[in-house]
């Protein structure tokens, strides 16, 4: 049963549009979620994150919004560029006794955006 | 640079071989991770170590053992291949000081298994 679900594996936009990704979660005990973003023969790298305290966090041209009600998180990428084409995944985290922390992966969204 | 490395990058072995992935970082964090990635399926946890003396068994430890040889190095293990275990095989990093929470992966290992 997957905690983490990305239910578009594949995503297309314009240059210059915006590119919203989401992502659905089931585990209420979610406290930190994250954005990674994976370009082909690369490790993921770490693009973002969203404590659950909060409801919206901004870096440059990246957004993540969290509506915990719906459990639901987005990506938003405004304007989208060509370089961000890549694989991008969702992540959960939450702390359990005596394990600390471990990140639970969705299956990614393709994004690809078109010059 | 600090970084996340894993040998080797590709590999190709048979039904029944014994193979070893190797995971080295220079970021002096303390806690090490092995994850697969399958198509359609994201990134599954294998096994993770918070320590030298602390190994835990992930979502998918079946068919595989690790092995945290210093601080810097963990190494994972496939016991006698099979071929469901063709997949891509990352490293990766966090450290205490960070919460553990943002973790940073090596390149990756591709390995079939004929």
């Known amino acids: 049963d997957q905690q983490v679900k990305q239910n578009s594996p594949s995503l297309s936009v314009q240059e210059g549009r915006i590119s919203i990704l989401n992502c659905d979660y089931t585990?209420?005990?979610?406290?930190?979620f994250l954005w990674y973003k994976k370009y082909p023969a690369e490790g993921p790298t770490f693009l973002i994150s969203i404590s659950s305290i909060k409801d919206k966090n901004e870096d440059g041209r990246f957004t993540v919004f969290l509506n915990k009600s719906a459990k639901h998180l987005s990506l938003h990428i405004v304007p989208s560029q060509p370089g961000d084409s890549a694989v991008y995944f969702c992540a959960a985290s939450f702390f359990s006794s005596g394990s600390a922390r471990q990140l639970t992966f969705g299956s990614g969204t393709q994004l690809t955006v078109l010059p | 640079d600090a970084d996340v490395t894993q040998t080797p990058r590709n590999r190709i072995t048979k039904t029944g071989k014994r193979i070893m992935l190797e995971c080295s970082q220079t970021k002096g964090h303390d806690r090490m991770y092995w994850y697969r990635q399958d198509p359609g399926l994201g990134l599954r946890l294998i096994y993770y170590?918070?320590?030298?003396?602390?190994?835990n068994k992930g979502e998918i430890s079946d068919g595989y053992s690790v092995s945290r040889q210093a601080q810097a190095k963990f190494s994972l293990s496939l016991e006698s291949a099979i071929p469901n275990q063709t997949a891509l095989y990352f490293c990766a990093t966090s450290s205490k000081r960070l919460w553990g929470i943002e973790q940073f992966f090596g390149p990756g290992t591709r390995l079939t298994v004929l």
């Open positions: 170590s918070f320590d030298v003396k602390d190994i």
């Open positions: 585990n209420s005990m979610f406290d930190y």
